[in-house]
């Protein structure tokens, strides 16, 4: 077992950081005396600038001190120091980092996305300009969104004003030249190289967002030496307070979990040679599972006046596997805030394409944004499939009978089109729009009507589907299963009418479209961090009651994963949300050190972040 008591220091990487000090200050020397020549100095510059992002790296996950309070403040140093090397400033560096950590792959939050490119041109010179990306980042208009990469702003200005006098002075000493070669050329060499390597090469094809899959482990001899043991970059993801040196032996500890999650694992020492093969990440779509993906939208394709459809790329050729009538979250920023919706397929499985509808809705957060912004090569994250609105298959039931609304017709499209191809039943569609121009999918609902004349009967009114007019149109069938989506009102109206004609709950299928709200409850309590004061609800976390009433306080991912809303507890008792996270080491929490995503108030409390 890996320990995570008070006493595990860091010592190996506090060891690497005073080498590579004693390192730079002789190849300082060695070139000053002119005995190697500027390529090699800058060649073993770069190496050692490579190595030093090991330590700032770990720096910014707290793996040095390993929690003991009483270097906390020498590991800060050791973080700025060595971030020093690649000329950037630590604390934004570390927020940056967290943030990717928080997000992995996804399309719109994870700051390392920016690597990801379409062909080896656009990702060299993406690696190549990612630090230029990690200051706007840092001081761009977006960071002023983010409460910790603000805090920090100031900051990074400090930082850049320091270079610059730095520069000044060893230009008036005349060491610029020296300063060229060992430092400033062998840190711009490093950049792209840290890029390619810690960022586009473990997480690639930059697809999958489950955390089993979202980095791979290369088990290749000396690989891991090179590396700095970041082959193993998927143990990092999964612990990462655990110090980079103990990567190893902590994938040994699980290595049967990660063959049972089929983690993307490779190499000489696991019998996999296929290096780098992206289908290795994709297990989970493979096998039909429910997955959490980026998907780049393939095409966009306009339904009426308000509705879209919106058609995602296959990822690797490899045909989505779903049941008609199911649903996918789609997750996107709305103003600087991240939104799931839950959007029917509107495609028939048989085709193995990812197709949703999408219609404006009145005041609508994600539904109006996917209308308006969202096109061609877009990436979004997409999770799913979900959903229990599907056809029954039964041998007694020889007739079904679809009623759909508005854009309820998106799941029921999907089921028509797959049970006519299949050559299962007859079909009888019921469908109400406002009017002719709004009638999603009307060219090919009147292909269906054609091309199975014998076994498809279609119905388009532009009148409301209300209790009376149902009444109208629907008659108890024998041997007959009844289909429902669309607005509330008009599902409501729907199982009134078929109650009324005889027709029993098991022979009716509800599709709801509505959206759980969750309301907090029960006693509140006053919260107070950083000098801005709160009430939560004993049944909310603090991050949702600061969110509630519009406080801003640090935090990225809000699953207890990344440890950006790590704040100490000075007065008053939480209750832990739940305790199964790997940010916060045992003696951490016992130093009072808390999350706010993960923890809710049992009385009023004081924090400090």
Request: net charge neutral; charged share 20%; proline share 3%.
């Amino acid at each position: 077992m890996i320990s995570n008591s008070k006493t595990s220091i860091a010592y190996p990487t506090i060891f690497l950081f005073l080498v590579l000090l004693i390192s730079y200050g002789v190849l300082y020397y060695l070139f000053d005396s002119r005995v190697i020549n500027e390529l090699i100095t800058i060649l073993i510059g770069a190496f050692l600038a490579y190595s030093m992002f090991t330590v700032v790296h770990e720096s910014s996950h707290g793996n040095i001190s390993r929690g003991n309070s009483r270097i906390n403040k020498i590991e800060n140093w050791i973080g700025w120091i060595s971030a020093s090397f690649l000329f950037f400033p630590f604390s934004a560096f570390k927020i940056i980092h967290l943030q990717h950590h928080a997000h992995t792959n996804d399309s719109e939050e994870d700051p390392d996305g920016y690597v990801r490119g379409k062909n080896w041109l656009s990702v060299f010179l993406r690696c190549l300009t990612l630090i230029g990306h990690y200051y706007k980042a840092s001081l761009g208009s977006e960071s002023k969104q983010n409460e910790a990469m603000r805090n920090t702003r100031n900051q990074t200005l400090i930082f850049i004003i320091t270079i610059i006098i730095a520069l000044i002075v060893v230009i008036k000493l005349n060491l610029h030249y020296n300063f060229l070669i060992v430092l400033l050329l062998p840190a711009l060499v490093a950049a792209p190289i840290l890029g390619f390597t810690f960022d586009w090469l473990p997480h690639y094809p930059h697809h999958n967002m489950d955390k089993y899959h979202n980095t791979r482990i290369v088990t290749m001899p000396g690989l891991e030496f090179l590396s700095f043991f970041q082959s193993y970059h998927l143990i990092h993801h999964l612990y990462p307070r655990v110090p980079f040196y103990l990567y190893k032996k902590k994938y040994q500890l699980i290595e049967q979990e990660l063959k049972q999650k089929q983690s993307p694992v490779e190499g000489f020492g696991n019998g996999e040679l296929n290096i780098l093969k992206s289908t290795n990440t994709y297990a989970d779509i493979l096998e039909g599972k429910t997955w959490k993906y980026s998907l780049e939208v393939d095409q966009v394709r306009k339904l009426t006046h308000d509705a879209v459809e919106v058609q995602f790329k296959n990822v690797g050729d490899i045909p989505f596997q779903f049941e008609a009538g199911q649903y996918v979250v789609i997750s996107m920023l709305v103003n600087g805030e991240k939104v799931s919706r839950c959007y029917s397929i509107c495609s028939n499985p048989n085709s193995g394409v990812l197709k949703i509808g999408v219609k404006r809705v009145v005041g609508g957060k994600l539904s109006n944004q996917i209308v308006d912004y969202v096109s061609k090569g877009k990436y979004v994250n997409v999770s799913g499939p979900f959903g229990a609105f599907r056809f029954k298959e039964e041998k007694d039931i020889n007739n079904h009978i679809f009623i759909a609304g508005g854009s309820g017709i998106t799941p029921i499209i999907s089921i028509i089109q797959k049970v006519l191809e299949d050559d299962v039943s007859n079909v009888s569609l019921l469908y109400g729009c406002k009017s002719e121009k709004d009638v999603m999918f009307h060219k090919e609902l009147l292909d269906l009507e054609k091309q199975y004349s014998h076994q498809f009967s279609l119905t388009i009114t532009y009148d409301l589907l209300t209790k009376e007019y149902q009444e109208k149109l629907l008659k108890n069938t024998n041997q007959t299963n009844y289909y429902i989506c669309g607005p509330t009102p008009m599902m409501e109206a729907s199982k009134e009418v078929l109650t009324i004609i005889g027709v029993t709950s098991n022979n009716i299928i509800i599709e709801e479209f509505a959206y759980e709200t969750i309301i907090p409850s029960g006693n509140m309590y006053q919260v107070e961090i950083n000098h801005k004061h709160f009430s939560v609800y004993e049944s909310e976390t603090i991050l949702e009651g600061a969110k509630r009433n519009n406080i801003s306080i640090p935090y990225a991912c809000s699953m207890g994963q990344c440890g950006t809303c790590k704040s100490e507890l000075k007065e008053g008792k939480v209750h832990w949300k739940t305790e199964e996270q790997s940010v916060l080491l045992t003696n951490e929490k016992k130093e009072g050190f808390i999350l706010t995503c993960m923890c809710k108030p049992k009385s009023d409390i004081k924090l400090k972040s």
